[in-house]
């Protein structure tokens, strides 16, 4: 199992066998701490297609957080112009 610095919607991502599964963790504190055993536990869902068009899409491969939900929130500019 891979574990790269990939989130889907704050939730890591997990690579296992040539494919991406969601986990349950979403804090980073969490995520650095647990070993292997306790990432397989908290395995979700397959989400292979979405990564890697995600992935080629955007030409990266690791340490992104890819927001795929909508949000109420709205982004606060500081700053002129």
């Given amino acids: 199992m891979v574990t790269h610095h990939i989130r889907l919607n704050n939730a890591f991502v997990v690579a ?3 494919k991406y599964f ?3 963790v979403k804090k980073p504190k969490v995520w650095r701490k647990m070993t292997e055993r306790q990432i397989e536990r908290c395995i ?5 297609k979405t990564i890697k068009k995600l992935l080629k899409d955007n030409k990266v491969k690791s340490s992104i957080n890819f927001l795929t939900k909508k949000t109420k ?3 606060k500019r500081k700053g002129g112009g």
């Fill in 16 to 18: 296992k066998d040539g």
């Fill in 22 to 24: 969601t986990t349950s």
């Fill in 44 to 48: 979700k869902k397959d989400v292979t």
């Fill in 73 to 75: 929130r709205k982004i």
